[in-house]
């Protein structure tokens, strides 16, 4: 199916343990990214790529590690989860954020880190 | 510090009537402002845009309006309807302004019937 997956939708893990969220977009959109929404802050960014092997802190990078040896794919990697990670996901691609292009999002992941 | 900002956290609104949904931002380099709808256990969904090279973008019943100068744009939903009962975002971007979307933290409206 053409669009923008995430997966797992759901994920319960202990603290300190390694969990890596999964996306994996079908348009071959150049840029990727990942937000975590938490209540009061709305949506916030976490890290983007512009293209395969290019990738950039955006606000909230600390804990998290990204990859994209794919154009399709951008994990996101927690290395040891903390409860403060306890959140949803969503990944997002776009064509060009800088060219009047919009940004679809996959259906999201809930965390929760116990 | 937020530099896309909706205050209000939430809105109602009846059945039939305006809905208006207000963002201010203050990075004037932003040149791009988009809308999305998000209902739960949903991701975000484009709604609407706007280039800062215009002042009003229509599409159905919704119109975003901007103000540069205040650095402020509204989206108008008329007439509201239950189904449009959901957290809008507002968004942002610039070129040559890191190559992403800023969000703001959003306003949930409620559409009563």
């Known amino acids: 199916d053409a669009g923008i997956t995430q997966s797992p939708r759901y994920k319960i893990t202990e603290t300190g343990r390694q969990v890596t969220l999964m996306c994996h977009q079908t348009?071959?959109?150049?840029?990727m990214f990942w937000y975590r929404q938490d209540l009061g802050h709305g949506l916030r960014l976490i890290y983007y790529?512009?293209?395969?092997?290019?990738?950039d802190k955006g606000e909230v990078p600390d804990g998290y590690v990204v990859s994209r040896s794919k154009t399709e794919n951008f994990p996101l990697t927690l290395e040891s989860a903390t409860r403060s990670q306890t959140s949803v996901y969503f990944c997002?691609?776009?064509?060009?954020?800088?060219?009047?292009?919009?940004?679809?999002f996959g259906q999201g992941t809930r965390l929760t880190v116990v | 510090d937020q530099q896309v900002k909706q205050n209000s956290p939430s809105l109602s609104v009846q059945e039939g009537r305006i809905s208006i949904l207000n963002c201010d931002y203050t990075?004037?380099?932003?040149?791009?402002f988009l809308w999305y709808k998000k209902y739960p256990a949903e991701g975000p969904t484009f709604l609407i845009s706007i280039s800062s090279i215009k002042d009003k973008n229509e599409d159905g019943r919704f119109t975003v309006f901007l103000n540069k100068s205040a650095k402020h744009l509204s989206l108008h939903i008329v007439p509201s309807q239950p189904g449009d009962s959901a957290v809008y975002f507002c968004?942002?971007?610039?070129?040559?302004?890191?190559?992403?979307?800023?969000f703001g933290p959003g306003t949930r409206l409620s559409v009563l019937p």
């Open positions: 790529s512009a293209a395969a092997d290019i990738t």
């Open positions: 348009w071959s959109h150049s840029y």
């Open positions: 997002a691609s776009s064509e060009s954020p800088t060219a009047g292009t919009e940004a679809f």
């Open positions: 968004a942002a971007s610039a070129q040559g302004y890191g190559q992403n979307f800023v």
């Open positions: 990075n004037s380099m932003f040149d791009y």
